[in-house]
Structures are given as C-alpha cells and as structure tokens.
C-alpha cells in the first residue's frame, strides 16, 4: 500500500530519476520511492512481529540506511558523507546487536581466520564494501530487487537449516516486500527503489550474513554466505579493479558493470536481467547444498574462487567471447561495431 502512496507524491518530494545521465538505460523520468516504500512495510512488520532491544538496533540502523539514500536521491549526497553514515550505522550493530566480523572460518584449510582486534574495522569495511555492492548493480528494470530476492531466499532457508527463526522472520519479510516492489520494477518499470533501496537491502545482506556466520551460535560457514553473495561482491571488485587499473578512483562512475556488458554483447534488456538473477540464484543454490551436503568452508570458499576467476578473466575477454559467439552461430568473421566497442572497452 505505500508504494502507490508514495508515487503520487514523489513529484513533490523530489524523488524523481531523469534520465539525463549517458549511464542511464530508461528514457523517461521515474519515481524513486520502491526503497522507502519496502522500508515503510518492513519495519512495521518486524516492531509487530520481532520486539526486542536487538531489533530495535537493527531496525535504528537501518532506518539510518534508508535515510541516507534518500537525501543521496534527492541530494546527491558526497560519497564521503554516505561512507560516515554508513560506518555510523554499522556500529549502532556492532554496539546494539553485537553484530560482528570476528572470523572467516577456516577457508584456506590451514586453521581458522579469526579477525581479533581488526574485528570492527573489519566489520565495517565489509558491510560498506556489501552496501554498495547491491547499490553498484542496481542499474537495470528488476536487476537489484531480483538479485536480492534470491540471496534473501538463499539466507532463508540458511537460517531454517540454521534454527534461526528471529532470521528467517527477518528474511521472510523481505521476501515479501521484494515480491511487492518488483510488481512495479520489474521490466518495463513504473518506478525504481533508488538508493535509498538498494543500500537497504546490501546493509541487510551484510547483517544476516553476519548474524548466520559469527559467534558461538554461527551454524553456517561464512564462505557459504559469501556464495549467496558471489555475484554482486564479484562484480564489484572486478569493476573497482579495472578503473584504479585505467588510473580512475574506484568511485568512478562508467559502464563496465556485468549488465552493461551483457548489454554491449547484443543481449536484451530483459534477458539480461533474467540471467544475472539466475546465476544469483545458482551461486545461492550452490551455499545452501554446500552446507546441506557438510562440505567445508575451504571447500565452499574453493567454489567462489574459481566463479570469481572465471568472471574476472571473461571480463577482460569479452571481444574474444563476442567474436566466438559469432562463429558458432556462423556469421562472417569480419569484426563489427560490438565487437569493436568491446575491445575498447576491455
């Protein structure tokens, strides 16, 4: 109910998306309210069904999220400025909720990684590092909210294997939510969740996969949350990578996503989305079978880094794929347009 809401007054709030960036992909100006809209049910349903001090840190937390990317919606707030209430928020978690980075399991084979007094440093470089991960890949009709469902999915059935209900509660609400807004995201889209969504939902991410993975009552490995996660923490470090690497701030804004690639290589608006929510729900699948079939967090870490591999060396091979496409699909060998822009690109 408070996304209709919200669209009829997005005009007035400022909350408006034109497309007058090169990077943008729609053409006419769009509503930003899905995020403060998905916020607005959520945190109801969680003060009506989860009370508790501990959620009550959480929820402050993330409503400090949501805030945050709204006034970047309508203010386009410094990148500095965003990083401080970030960081601010992770330690209301941190303080609140306990909520911490004090190990990564033993993923390497060679004994546990415990982070000891780096933990909060840790802890908020990671869940910045996921915050804006989530908001780096929201740049398609459905590709943020869709992503996020499998991960939250994937986390779900996670904290049932787990016997963590206050998760699954946590995780079955944005489910829902998610379901909602993507009635009206997905393409062609009648609105977008902006950041003030998007940070929402990779904060979120961060704190259940911390929630599942750490202390004394962790059942799940922290590689297999780092599964659920492959495709949009992938993403991001190939893409920061290759602009410091072009000697560009990794904050510099360009076209070298997964989805603007799949794009340049002549697949559809669309069919892109429906495939990086597919390999989203793949690598999600994989952290759930991996701790239903006991395998060990050097085993799962073992999956990840090989997705990762073959992600980062395709990036840089993109014309050579392109050009391969063509072969087997048996048109003229000459190079074209795409497969030009590509070798430009890479």
């Not at 707030?77 to 909720?97: D, E, M, P, S, T």
């Not at 599964?227 to 510099?252: C, E, N, W, Y």
Request: with cysteine; net charge neutral; hydrophobic share 50%.
């Amino acid at each position: 109910m408070a996304i209709p809401i919200l669209v009829t007054r997005a005009e007035r709030l400022g909350l408006i998306d034109h497309p007058h960036d090169a990077r943008k992909i729609h053409n006419h100006p769009k509503p930003l309210v899905g995020g403060i809209g998905m916020a607005f049910g959520i945190v109801l349903t969680l003060l009506l069904f989860l009370p508790g001090f501990s959620t009550y840190g959480f929820l402050l937390a993330t409503l400090a999220i949501v805030l945050m990317g709204a006034a970047d919606d309508r203010f386009d707030v410094h990148f500095k400025v965003r990083f401080l209430i970030q960081a601010g928020a992770v330690l209301l978690l941190y303080f609140c909720c306990g909520t911490g980075l004090t190990s990564f399991g033993n993923l390497l084979a060679l004994g546990e990684i415990s982070t000891g007094w780096l933990a909060l440093p840790m802890t908020i470089f990671c869940v910045i590092g996921v915050i804006n991960a989530v908001n780096m890949l929201d740049g398609l009709d459905g590709l943020a909210g869709g992503t996020s469902l499998m991960a939250f999915i994937a986390f779900a059935t996670l904290s049932f294997i787990g016997g963590n209900s206050a998760l699954l509660v946590i995780n079955l609400t944005f489910i829902g939510a998610l379901i909602a807004f993507l009635r009206f995201n997905w393409y062609p889209s009648k609105l977008f969740m902006g950041d003030a969504g998007s940070m929402m939902l990779g904060f979120v991410l961060a704190y259940v996969s911390l929630e599942l993975t750490q202390g004394p009552g962790a059942t799940i490995s922290p590689s297999a949350a780092l599964l659920v996660l492959a495709l949009p923490v992938t993403d991001t470090i190939t893409v920061m990578f290759r602009r410091i690497q072009k000697g560009h701030s990794p904050f510099h804004p360009d076209k070298t996503h997964i989805h603007h690639m799949l794009m340049r290589l002549g697949i559809s608006h669309p069919t892109a989305v429906k495939l990086i929510v597919l390999t989203s729900a793949v690598t999600g699948g994989l952290g759930v079978a991996g701790t239903l079939l006991g395998f060990s967090d050097a085993q799962l870490f073992a999956l990840f880094a090989t997705g990762f591999t073959i992600y980062f060396v395709a990036s840089y091979r993109l014309a050579d794929l392109y050009r391969m496409y063509r072969v087997l699909i048996k048109k003229e060998h000459q190079p074209d347009r795409i497969e030009l822009e590509l070798r430009d690109a890479t």
